[in-house]
Structure formats: structure tokens, C-alpha cells
């Protein structure tokens, strides 16, 4: 291997006269285009050499791969690194290691995804251990299996579960993976490499099948059937994802294989991947993919070499929504927790919705009854601060009061060890007024959660100047433990989340009070790939959370603020959303929302208020112009986010739409796609607006600035300054 190589495989020969290929690239020993040159150039010594009758692929550290190398993609989207098409998947695998003249057997350890299962795949069996995850997860990178996936995975588990596996990407575990027909036995891996080479040999002496996988036809439902299994995947796929053509894609090439043969199917997987490599899609997904892992480098803190401290014990305040969830999540993951409340009867209110929050869990099959007893059993209850004594962390969700999070905080100061890790739950009031009566400011942070806190998969962890680096480290790692993603970002009204939320809404007031349809907007909003409209969300969260959110805006920046009645004219009517069974739109029973004409009365109250007029322009407005009136008021408030340093870096603000805000992943979050579309085109927009509607849409410094230059709002920070 040459000194730049990226990874490579290394092949042993043994007495037996087996070959074990090992696949080294760390940390998940992807494949990339060195490692795959490497392993045909071993495979071909191997065939080559008489000492060797048979091959085993295995993978370095107990994992056999996590895929193709997806840092690749990129210099495959610019044209550059471009094998001819079908060169690995049909020359490569199929001519020549499965149509080898001596077998071979994967050894399967850890992870076999993507590519790392379809080089499984095309070996002539498969021998993995329980632990083993096995899954083509391509879709969610917006592209499919491209090394003959498509054709094989269907041969060796039937259609039908197949195109489960692909189309939720979702793997498998060893013991599944042999019940389907994926692997040929489950072996510990102490026995894995042992086991595999006897069987290579046992093939070699006919006492086990030579199986080439893309040519079993037992699994394969007949015709008929097949055609029914992928109508209703491709409705399925259709239901899941509207805007996404890829997973349609992917089933086209899959019945291609199931109609025309699996070389045919071989040749349309090989083109369609270059195809959908290159999409914009997939360039989102990618983006996420690595912003999403990029989270956790937070410059001058996890660059420090501090190693996390352990959290054994968490203590939270407040068994409301938040706390019960956030205690649901920390059970969850083996944390052992208290949960406080003032009085008996919160107390045990609190208790019962983690009970709730589980037993859902288990009503769904996803939890046995005897986890639930055993997790359940991590919690315990309190009304005072005697067992906060050993507490490592404590994580205060109280309701949003000043003065009652000081008296929390100085009491926490006197409860809880030294080393105690101080958290706020709170979700806009500034960290440096909750400390304030303390002298505890290093140790305490943010941890934002979000509704539910149990489901959902972003944590907005926020720092204050004073925050140590070992608290910020120990909570990312705690983050980790409980499955969320982590954002770090500074201290301001709003963090960075509720900042890039918060003209969301006001935008979407402003086009009604100037005239556009409200269920038109969020008819669009939803098209554009967003869960719901920001009145249907208004109406999810409630009129008294949005006016409580919204008048921390109003107050801290007046100057942008679009002041609107419409919400608290509404509330006086006792129309507070869902949970009155009114709000923007009218309930019933099941939950199901349908318009109201008498919200006209309410929206020409509040427009008199305001004193604005219809506008003929706002009231046609295209589906276009309703997204990007909605958005670009978000991209300005997330561009000042960044330009403030409350962000440390554009794809940190990526994820945090995509986890927060519920901004489509496949749209590689809210600066992704901004610059998808221009800075200067975002710019000249909300200049535009601006003139006509006013201050609320009047593009910040570090736009202009951007635009005049002509670069994308993503690059770094120094840039933008060095500029200034
Ligand atoms: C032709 C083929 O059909 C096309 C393909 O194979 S496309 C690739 C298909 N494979 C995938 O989608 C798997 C992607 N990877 C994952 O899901 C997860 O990384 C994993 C389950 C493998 C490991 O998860 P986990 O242990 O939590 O580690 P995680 O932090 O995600 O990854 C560790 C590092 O490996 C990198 N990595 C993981 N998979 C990679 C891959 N396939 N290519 C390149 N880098 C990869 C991550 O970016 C991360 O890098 P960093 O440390 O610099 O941030």
C-alpha cells in the first residue's frame, strides 16, 4: 500500500490451503476504491496460487465493512475517480469473484452494510456471528445498492423482504439474517474465522453447496406474485417519501433483474447508480450524513484531549412533559434517575407519564414486559434534595420562570457534589441569568431537549462563555449514550433551534394578514417536505406555548419582529389549537384536522390591528413564492446565528433544522439548500420583500455580504470575516 492509500486488504495464505483476505480500512473498514483494487488484485493471487483451493473475506477489528467509501461519492459527483460503468459490480464482483474457479465464504463480524453485504453477498456462503448487523442502507444515502444488491439480496431472502430491508433500509441481526437465508450459519466470533475456512474447504470437496447467489431462483416468488409485491412497494415508497424518486428507482431495477434476469437487472443497477449518485439528492443526503457525525467536533473543546467523565446517577427537575420524557430517555439507556417534584400528587403524575411514555413502547411490541419492569426500576421518586448527594447530573425542566431556575440553581449549588453537572432544559431563557446567583457558571449548560423528549433526535447543548470544556465533552458523551444527536451551540435568546423557528411563524402570519390562504400555506409547506405547516404546528404546540415563545422574540429583537394579533385573538376566543379543539383549523374525535371559514373574522381583526392591506400579489401566490417567503426569513435569522458565532458551523445549522425543525434531510438542511439556490438569488429576495413589506425580511450583514461576493453562506466563518 502506498503511503496515501486509503485502505487496503492484506491476504494470508494458511496450511489448509485457505486464503483469508482482510479488509483493513479503519474505523469501519469501508471500501474504497484502493481497498476494492487491493481485493481484486488479491483475489486474482489467490486464484492463481496453487497452495490455495479456497478464499475466505473477512473484515480487520470484528468488522466486516460499513460500505463503500461514501467520501468517494464526492469526486464521483464532480466527474473525477469515474470507473467505467458496471466495471466493479459486473467485471469486478460478478466476473470475477463469484464466477471464481475456487469459492470463497465471507466471515461476517460487526457490520456488513451497503457494499460491505453485497461483497457478502457474492461470495458462495456466509458465516456471521449473533451480533452482526447485515443491511443495505443506500436509500437513505439517496442512492441504491450499486454493487448487484438489487439482484442478490432478492435471490438469497425472497422479494418481499428483501425490498423491506432496502426501502427502510433498516439491517438485520446474525441469528435473522439465518433464518432468512442471508448467511449459512451464526458462529461466535471466536469461531468465525475457523468456521468459515472449514467451510470454504467443505465446498472445495462438494460436502456443502456452491451457491452463486445471483442465480438462485428458490427464493423468488412467481411472476404474479412478484408483480404484486412491488405494486405495493412502490405505493409504499410513494406514501413514505412523495418528493423522493429514488427508492422508485431502485424498485424499477429490482424488477428488472425479476423480469428480464439478473444480468440485465446487474446493467440497469450499474446505470441508475451513476444516475442517482449525481443527484441532488443524494449530494443532501451525504451532506447530512457527514454533518451529522460532524457535531461532535466542537473546535477548542473536544480538541482538547479531555477524556469524558462517567455519569452514573442523573437527577431531574420537574416531572412534566419534558422531564418525564427526558427521564424516559435516560432509563432507557441504563441511567439511573430521580425525578423530583414539589408535591406528592405531581410527583406521581410525573412517574406515570415515563410509565405511559414505556408502556407505549410495549403495546407497540418494541419492549418486553420484563424490560419495562427492569427499566422502570431505574427511576425513583423525590420531593426534596437529601438524594442529590451523589448525584453526577442534574437536568432542571421546571416551567419557563426567571426567578424560580435561580432558586433551583442556588439550591442545586447546595445539594449536589462539586462536580455535579448543572443542566437547564430551558428552551429561550439566557444560561447566565439562570446561574446568576450562583458561583457554579463553568458547570452549567444547557441541554435542550425536544418534544417528545424520548422520541425526538436532537439535543441542543448550549455553552456559556464561563462553561467548562470537560462538562461540555461529558455531555456530549451522556448525548451519545442516549441515541441523540448533539448541536453545540452559544447562549442567546432562543439558542439556535428556536432563533431559526421563530420567523417561521411570523412569516407565515404576515403572508395571511397581507392576504394569502392559510391552509394554502401549509398545503405548500407540507409539499415542500416539511411534516406540517407552521399552523398546523401552531396548533400541535398550542397558542399559549407560541405566545410565550414569541414574546421572548418581540422583546430581544424588536426590530424584525412581524407583530401580528391573529394567535392572541384567537386565544381570547378560547381557540388555543389542538387541545381546545380549535385553533387554525377545527378537530373532532380522532384528531383530524379540517379548515374553518370562520377564521376570515379573525384574520380581518387582526390585519385592521395591524393596519396592513390586502396585497393582489400575496393572495395568488405560487407554491414557490409561499416556500421561499417562509424560508428565507429562516436562512437570514440562521445566517445571523452563524455571523454571532451561536453556531460554530453552517452544517451544525443543517442538523439542526433537520432534527429540529423537521426540515427535509433530502433538502441536506436550511444553508445546504439555501446555497443550492444562490446567496445572492436568497439576497436579492428579501431585499425585495423587504422594500414592499418591511424590516422583518431585511437581509442581515453577513447575507449582503455573501451575496456581494458571490459565496456560499456554508464557508467558514474566518472567511467571511477576513472579507468584512
Ligand atoms: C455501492 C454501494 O452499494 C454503495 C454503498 O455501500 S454506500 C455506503 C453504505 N453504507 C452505509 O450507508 C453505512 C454508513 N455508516 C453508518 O451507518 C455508520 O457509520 C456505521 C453503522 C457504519 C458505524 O456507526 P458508528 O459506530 O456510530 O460510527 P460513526 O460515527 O457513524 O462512523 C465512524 C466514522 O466512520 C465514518 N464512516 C462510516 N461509514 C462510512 C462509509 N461507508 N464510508 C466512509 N466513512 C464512513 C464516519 O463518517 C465516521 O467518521 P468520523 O469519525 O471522521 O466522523
Known amino acids: 500500500m502506498g503511503s496515501k492509500a486509503k485502505g487496503r486488504t492484506v491476504m494470508e495464505v494458511g496450511a489448509d490451503g485457505v486464503a483469508v483476505i482482510t479488509i483493513v480500512h479503519p474505523p469501519v473498514n469501508s471500501l474504497s476504491f484502493d481497498v476494492l483494487s487491493s481485493l481484486k488484485e488479491n483475489f486474482d493471487q489467490a486464484l492463481r496460487r496453487d497452495d490455495v483451493k479456497a478464499i475466505v473475506i473477512t473484515g480487520a477489528s470484528r468488522k466486516f465493512s460499513g460500505g463503500f467509501d461514501i467520501t468517494a461519492f464526492g469526486g464521483i459527483q464532480q466527474g473525477k475517480d469515474l470507473p467505467k460503468p458496471g466495471f466493479i459490480s459486473v467485471e469486478v464482483l460478478t466476473d470475477t469473484l463469484e464466477a471464481a474457479r475456487k469459492p470463497s465464504v465471507a466471515a461476517i463480524d460487526g457490520l456488513a452494510l451497503g457494499g460491505g453485504l453485497e461483497i457478502a453477498m457474492i461470495c458462495h456462503a456466509r458465516i456471521s456471528t449473533p451480533t ?38 433498516k439491517p438485520v441481526k446474525g441469528e435473522e439474517a439465518c433464518t432468512l437465508g442471508l448467511v449459512d450459519a451464526v458462529v461466535s466470533s471466536d469461531e468465525l474465522l475457523n468456521t468459515a475456512r472449514r467451510w470454504a474447504l467443505d465446498i472445495v470437496e462438494r460436502r456443502r453447496p456452491w451457491v452463486a447467489s445471483l442465480y438462485k431462483t428458490d427464493k423468488i416468488e412467481p411472476l404474479g406474485e412478484a408483480r404484486e409485491i412491488l405494486k405495493f412497494a412502490r405505493d409504499q415508497a410513494r406514501k413514505r417519501a412523495p418528493n423522493l424518486t429514488h427508492p422508485l428507482v431502485c424498485i424499477d431495477v429490482v424488477e ?41 467536533k466542537v473546535p477548542g473543546v473536544t480538541d482538547l484531549g479531555l477524556a469524558p467523565r462517567q455519569v452514573k446517577k442523573v437527577a431531574i427537575l420537574g416531572g412534566g412533559l419534558m422531564g418525564s420524557g427526558i427521564a424516559t430517555a435516560l432509563i ?59 448525584v453526577d447530573m442534574v437536568i432542571e425542566a421546571v416551567i419557563e420562570n426567571v426567578s424560580l431556575k435561580q432558586q433551583i440553581f442556588a439550591d442545586l449549588e447546595r445539594y449536589c457534589p462539586p462536580h455535579c453537572i448543572l443542566a437547564s432544559n430551558t428552551s429561550t431563557i439566557d444560561l447566565n441569568l439562570i446561574g446568576e446567583k450562583t458561583r457554579s457558571q463553568d458547570r452549567i449548560i444547557g441541554a435542550h431537549f425536544f418534544s417528545p423528549a424520548h ?11 464561563q462553561t467548562s470544556p470537560q462538562v461540555i465533552v461529558d455531555l456530549l458523551n451522556v448525548a451519545r449514550k442516549i441515541r441523540k444527536t448533539p448541536v453545540v451551540v452559544g447562549n442567546c435568546t432562543g439558542f439556535a433551534v428556536n432563533r431559526m423557528f421563530f420567523p417561521y411563524t411570523q412569516a407565515a402570519l404576515l403572508l395571511v394578514e397581507h392576504g394569502a390562504d392559510v391552509y394554502q400555506i401549509d398545503k405548500a409547506i407540507t409539499k415542500f417536505g416539511m411534516p406540517m405547516g407552521p399552523f398546523r404546528l401552531c396548533d400541535l404546540v398550542g397558542f399559549g406555548v407560541a405566545i410565550a415563545t414569541g414574546s421572548q422574540f418581540v422583546q430581544n429583537f ?41 377564521l376570515k373574522k379573525y384574520i380581518e381583526k387582526a390585519r385592521n390591528i395591524s393596519g396592513v392591506t390586502i396585497d393582489p400579489k400575496l393572495v395568488k401566490l405560487s407554491e414557490k413564492d409561499i416556500i421561499e417567503m417562509t424560508f428565507f426569513p429562516v436562512v ?13 458551523k453552517a452544517a451544525d445549522l443543517d442538523i439542526s433544522a433537520a432534527m429540529g425543525m423537521g426540515f427535509p434531510p433530502y433538502r441536506g438542511g436550511i444553508i445546504f439548500w439555501a446555497d443550492s439556490l444562490g446567496s445572492k438569488y436568497v439576497y436579492s429576495r428579501l ?8 424590516d422583518f425580511f431585511k437581509p442581515c450583514a453577513y447575507l449582503a455580504e455573501r451575496a456581494a461576493k458571490g459565496t456560499p453562506l456554508s464557508s467558514p466563518l474566518e472567511q467571511a470575516k477576513s472579507r468584512l
Not at 365 to 389: A, C, R, V
Not at 687 to 694: A, I, M, N, R
Open 455 to 465: 422520541v425526538m433526535p436532537l439535543l441542543e447543548i448550549v455553552r456559556t462563555k
Open 636 to 648: 437570514n435569522e440562521a445566517c445571523r446565528v452563524l455571523a454571532e458565532g451561536i453556531a460554530v
Open 332 to 390: 432507557l439507556s441504563n441511567y439511573p434517575v430521580i425525578l423530583k417534584e414539589v408535591n406528592e400528587k405531581f410527583l406521581e403524575t410525573g412517574i406515570g407519564r415515563v410509565k405511559a411514555n414505556l408502556q407505549s413502547r410495549v403495546k407497540k411490541g418494541n419492549m418486553t414486559q420484563e424490560k419495562f419492569e427492569k427499566t422502570i426500576s431505574l427511576l425513583k421518586g423525590s420531593l426534596d434534595y437529601e438524594s442529590f448527594k451523589d
Open 256 to 296: 428488472e433483474g425479476i423480469v428480464s434476469g439478473p444480468r440485465a437487472g446487474l446493467l440497469k443497477e450499474s446505470q441508475a447508480s451513476e444516475e442517482l449518485t449525481r443527484s441532488d439528492t443524494a449530494k443532501s443526503l451525504m451532506h447530512i450524513f457527514f454533518a451529522q457525525r460532524g457535531t461532535t
Open 132 to 169: 452482526a448487523q447485515l443491511g443495505l442502507p443506500e436509500l437513505q444515502l439517496g442512492i441504491l445498492p450499486g454493487f448487484g444488491g438489487t439482484q442478490r439480496l432478492p435471490r438469497l431472502v425472497g422479494l418481499s423482504k428483501a425490498l423491506e430491508m432496502i426501502l427502510t433500509s
Open 558 to 598: 424588536p426590530e424584525r419582529t412581524y407583530r401580528s394579533m391573529l394567535i392572541p385573538l384567537m386565544q381570547e376566543d378560547k381557540r388555543a389549537g389542538e387541545t381546545t379543539r380549535k385553533g387554525f383549523y377545527l378537530y373532532n374525535d380522532k384528531r383530524k384536522a379540517s379548515p374553518d371559514p370562520e
Open 687 to 694: 431585499e425585495e420583500w423587504s422594500k414592499l413589506y418591511g
